[in-house]
């Protein structure tokens, strides 16, 4: 798995999500905070299964919704203030590289 690339980038990903998801206000940590993580844990899943399937196009598929869900969790996070400017550019950033490397995957399939 790890010469996957868009496995590996959404591992990072995963990797700074859970302390940024422990810094998040009480309020926010348990309802968007546990969101955030069990949607980006479902997008790893969904690139784990695609890889391992015959047929990709379908988890591909599904690996893109999950990232937008994704990205309105960390839009939310940053509106209501759980994010910093500088943590937000870095999420966007690299879920940009993520879906970028998914269109791609999926154009390839």
């Not at 479902?42 to 990205?71: C, F, G, P, W």
């Not at 960390?74 to 509106?79: M, V």
């Not at 759980?82 to 879920?95: D, G, H, K, V």
Request: charged content about 30%.
């Amino acid at each position: 798995m790890d010469d996957l690339i868009v496995f590996r980038k959404t591992y990072e990903y995963l990797l700074w999500l859970r302390p940024s998801v422990l810094r998040f206000a009480k309020v926010y940590r348990f309802s968007l905070g546990v969101e955030a993580e069990q949607s980006g844990l479902r997008l790893l899943r969904l690139i784990i299964h695609a890889n391992y399937e015959r047929d990709k196009m379908a988890r591909i598929s599904q690996a893109i919704v999950e990232l937008e869900v994704q990205r309105m969790y960390i839009r939310l996070a940053y509106e209501y203030k759980c994010l910093s400017e500088r943590q937000f550019t870095y999420a966007n950033e690299l879920l940009a590289e993520i879906m970028r490397l998914l269109r791609g995957w999926q154009k390839s399939t």
